[in-house]
């Protein structure tokens, strides 16, 4: 059974840092697109980052120079680094596995199909 378990999520100062963890179970995610989504309170959940298998990565333009995502293959575990937070960061964070769509995993909320239960970031304005 695929299962998902994201942590490390918090409450943390404009400027400070968090770190998301996301621990996969079932198969081996190197096989799958991993990706991070998040969503706000009466919003649309949007794609925040994305690593396939080679560890290429692509990110939503207004975290880009401050998020990192990366994966740690021998423990199944995808990170989500967050830096220079800003209150507009504050959400529900979901980390996401899929297949390959056109072999490119897109920052789409349909190519993903299994879901963990979320983790909350919060940055007080």
């Known amino acids: 059974q695929v299962q998902l378990v994201e942590s490390g999520g918090g409450s943390v100062q404009a400027g400070g840092s968090l770190r998301l963890s996301c621990a996969a179970s079932?198969?081996?995610?190197?096989?799958?697109?991993m990706g991070w989504f998040r969503q706000a309170p009466g919003k649309e959940r949007e794609g925040v980052a994305t690593?396939?298998?080679?560890?290429?990565?692509s990110y939503t333009d207004s975290v880009k120079g401050r998020f990192t995502i990366s994966q740690d293959n021998a423990k199944n575990t995808v990170y989500l680094q967050m830096d220079n937070l800003k209150p507009e960061d504050s959400a529900m964070y979901y980390c996401?596995?899929?297949?390959?769509?056109?072999?490119?995993?897109?920052?789409?909320?349909?190519?993903?199909?299994?879901w963990g239960q979320g983790t909350q970031v919060t940055v007080p304005s």
């Open positions: 996401a596995a899929g297949a390959y769509r056109d072999s490119t995993c897109h920052l789409l909320t349909n190519q993903y199909t299994s």
């Open positions: 079932g198969y081996t995610l190197s096989r799958y697109c």
């Open positions: 690593i396939d298998s080679d560890g290429s990565t």
